[in-house]
């Protein structure tokens, strides 16, 4: 069977949800192996995490000179791993940094490369979405290796029996994998609400919120989900730039994707529209949004958003 790595994501104390989301793809294509690089002592409570996951094995690189010396020591003791297992691919999440270290392990192993795939075949031929959801595109790649950045929430993970076999591995970090140090990091504040590209339900707003997102808000914390942004809000300053939703932002693909007073410019829809479901509120009949949405109401949100908090609320009670 094919031997497939995943790389986990994590902060420290918490798994990534993309961790069993890309176990699932693995294991689509044989074994699902998790390798996980964590500091001294922090292993295991993670590897803990993915009980019930798809995952097989997991790997547990515990060596405090990845963090100190950041991705070129954490893409070295990757690479390693893949060599002696002898995989054939490894699956990572499709984050910033997440592809800073796929690109650095296609160099450095002269592999082929694929980023931001929304779905993967058991021959680990894969879809992308390009050019704004205008297309979709299949590939494969024919090197030995393939390297495989998959966007979050692009499956919904396979709940397993089985817990998977915990190992702990060795890497040695070379001096030319140690010439950057981090003295310092200082981890995001996060609130209240669910990780933007983790979140199974995102509302965003645009230019129609005039600033104001008290709306768009409300109806986030009512349904549990995310707020995003589109750039016209972020680049007036009313929403963090961390927020915005679309190409120069993050991309995101939740169950649920609710489009207020956002037109629809292709920037934005590169973001959001692998969405599984997008309904739109917008004034505007002729706006774009209104193509790619699943459901669509015209009409001003200050208005439609209080209406629809009430109709949840009526038939949760």
Same mark, same amino acid.
């Given at each position: 069977?094919?031997?497939?790595?995943?790389?986990?994501?994590?902060?420290?104390?918490?798994?990534?949800?993309?961790?069993?989301?890309?176990?699932?793809?693995?294991?689509?294509?044989?074994?699902?192996?998790?390798?996980?690089?964590?500091?001294? %002592?922090?292993?295991?409570?993670?590897?803990?995490?993915?009980? %019930?996951?798809?995952?097989?094995?997991?790997?547990?690189?515990?060596?405090?000179?990845?963090?100190?010396? %950041?991705?070129?020591?954490?893409?070295?003791?990757?690479?390693?791993?893949?060599?002696?297992?002898?995989?054939?691919?490894?699956?990572?999440?499709?984050?910033?940094?997440?592809?800073?270290?796929?690109?650095?392990?296609?160099?450095?192993?002269?592999?082929?490369?694929?980023?931001?795939?929304?779905?993967?075949? $058991?021959?680990?031929?894969?879809?992308?979405?390009?050019?704004?959801?205008?297309?979709?595109?299949?590939?494969?790649?024919?090197?030995?290796?393939?390297?495989?950045?998959?966007?979050?929430? $692009?499956?919904?993970?396979?709940?397993?029996?089985?817990?998977?076999?915990?190992?702990?591995?060795?890497?040695?970090?070379?001096?030319?994998?140690?010439?950057?140090?981090?003295?310092?990091?200082?981890?995001?504040?996060?609130?209240?609400?669910?990780?933007?590209?983790?979140?199974?339900?995102?509302?965003?707003?645009?230019?129609?919120?005039?600033?104001?997102?008290?709306?768009?808000?409300?109806?986030?914390?009512?349904?549990?989900?995310?707020?995003?942004?589109?750039?016209?809000?972020?680049?007036?300053?009313?929403?963090?730039?961390?927020?915005?939703?679309?190409?120069?932002?993050?991309?995101?693909?939740?169950?649920?994707?609710?489009?207020?007073?956002?037109?629809?410019?292709?920037?934005?829809?590169?973001?959001?529209?692998?969405?599984?479901?997008?309904?739109?509120?917008?004034?505007?009949?002729?706006?774009?949004?209104?193509?790619?949405?699943?459901?669509?109401?015209? %009409?001003?949100?200050?208005?439609?958003?209080?209406?629809?908090?009430?109709?949840?609320?009526?038939?949760?009670?």
């Amino acid at each position: 069977m094919t031997k497939n790595l995943v790389l986990i994501d994590h902060d420290g104390n918490k798994v990534a949800k993309s961790a069993a989301e890309l176990a699932t793809f693995a294991k689509r294509a044989g074994n699902a192996i998790g390798l996980l690089l964590a500091n001294s %002592g922090s292993g295991d409570s993670l590897a803990a995490q993915l009980n %019930g996951t798809e995952f097989e094995r997991v790997l547990i690189v515990e060596n405090d000179e990845i963090n100190r010396h %950041g991705i070129a020591a954490a893409t070295a003791a990757i690479a390693q791993i893949i060599e002696k297992e002898g995989a054939e691919s490894i699956f990572i999440a499709s984050s910033a940094r997440g592809k800073e270290i796929a690109g650095r392990l296609a160099v450095r192993l002269k592999s082929g490369i694929i980023t931001d795939a929304v779905d993967v075949a $058991s021959d680990l031929s894969t879809t992308q979405s390009v050019f704004g959801g205008s297309f979709s595109v299949k590939a494969k790649l024919k090197t030995p290796l393939s390297i495989i950045t998959v966007r979050p929430s $692009s499956i919904e993970p396979v709940i397993s029996t089985s817990n998977p076999t915990i190992e702990k591995v060795t890497v040695a970090i070379d001096a030319k994998d140690k010439l950057v140090e981090i003295s310092a990091s200082q981890p995001p504040v996060k609130g209240g609400r669910p990780d933007l590209t983790e979140a199974k339900i995102v509302i965003s707003g645009g230019r129609g919120t005039n600033g104001n997102f008290a709306e768009v808000e409300a109806f986030a914390d009512l349904v549990g989900g995310a707020v995003g942004a589109s750039r016209a809000a972020t680049d007036a300053g009313w929403y963090p730039h961390t927020h915005q939703v679309g190409q120069t932002g993050k991309t995101v693909s939740p169950q649920l994707y609710v489009a207020c007073g956002i037109s629809g410019a292709i920037q934005h829809r590169a973001g959001m529209q692998t969405s599984k479901t997008i309904v739109a509120i917008n004034k505007d009949p002729e706006a774009p949004i209104f193509d790619l949405a699943d459901f669509g109401v015209v %009409g001003d949100l200050f208005a439609v958003l209080p209406q629809a908090r009430e109709a949840i609320k009526s038939k949760r009670s």
